[in-house]
T-cell receptor, first 119, second 112 residues
Framework: GAVVSQHPSRVICKSGTSVKIECRSL??????MFWYRQFPKQSLMLMAT?????????EQGVEKDKFLINHASLTLSTLTVTSAHPEDSSFYIC???????????????FGPGTRLTVL | GQNIDQPTEMTATEGAIVQINCTYQ??????LFWYQQHAGEAPTFLSY????GLEEKGRFSSFLSRSKGYSYLLLKELQMKDSASYLC?????????????FGGGTRVLVKP
């Protein structure tokens, strides 16, 4: 199946710093990637849809100036948490769809996730 | 908007069968997915239904009734490793970006 990677897998930072998380589709091109956040014992909440070559689409209640998304190429999307605070501590997961016309189009493949802890 | 409901927790015995129900009310429908998620890990794909009926894949089966806004995931011959959270997710229409909206997840505990 298609592979999506994330880096880093775990990050601990001080309050007020910025953290960048990378999401890569390793063996397919993804014009669209999705960023989710998951708090302990809760389900995945979609934060934004990352579109290659254009601005990301943010879900209601997600601050676009705080969570900066850049989809610079067909295989890479980045999420930057700016001026992170302890309440931003969470599990951040990205996902991507293989292109239409491929057998795996109907699946959304998830990266392994990044656990962010803000002290 | 999307509203997806599934039970919070279920407990079953090793070797038994468990059925996890999912009901949804959505403004657009373009498929229903089931994912398995172990603690601290990303979700892994289990099944996809877009037409009514049953999809069987080994020990796991998924059913969909679009008219009732209802799906279930059936886990047979339960194994200890099946202890995990199971997430029901509905995909919106293409015009809405093919986004997935997840239910709250059902934590399944398999006991010996």
């Amino acid at each position: 199946g298609a592979v999506v990677s994330q880096h880093p897998s775990r990050v601990i930072c001080k309050s007020g710093t910025s953290v960048k998380i990378e999401c890569r589709s390793l063996d397919f091109q993804a014009t669209t990637m999705f960023w989710y956040r998951q708090f302990p014992k809760q389900s995945l909440m979609l934060m934004a849809t990352s579109n290659e070559g254009s601005k990301a689409t943010y879900e209601q209640g997600v601050e676009k100036d705080k969570f900066l998304i850049n989809h610079a190429s067909l295989t890479l999307s980045t999420l930057t948490v700016t001026s992170a605070h302890p309440e931003d501590s969470s599990f951040y997961i990205c996902s991507a769809n293989p292109p239409r016309g491929t057998t795996a189009y109907n699946e959304q493949f998830f990266g392994p996730g990044t656990r962010l802890t803000v002290l | 908007g999307q509203n997806i409901d599934q039970p919070t927790e279920m407990t079953a015995t090793e070797g038994a069968i468990v059925q996890i129900n999912c009901t949804y009310q959505t403004s657009g429908f373009n498929g229903l997915f089931w994912y398995q998620q172990h603690a601290g890990e990303a979700p892994t794909f289990l099944s996809y239904n877009v037409l009514d009926g049953l999809e069987e894949k080994g020990r796991f089966s998924s059913f969909l009734s679009r008219s009732k806004g209802y799906s279930y995931l059936l886990l047979k011959e339960l194994q200890m490793k099946d202890s995990a959270s199971y997430l029901c997710a509905v995909r919106g229409i293409k015009a809405a970006g093919n986004k997935l909206t997840f239910g709250g997840g059902t934590r399944v505990l398999v006991k010996p």
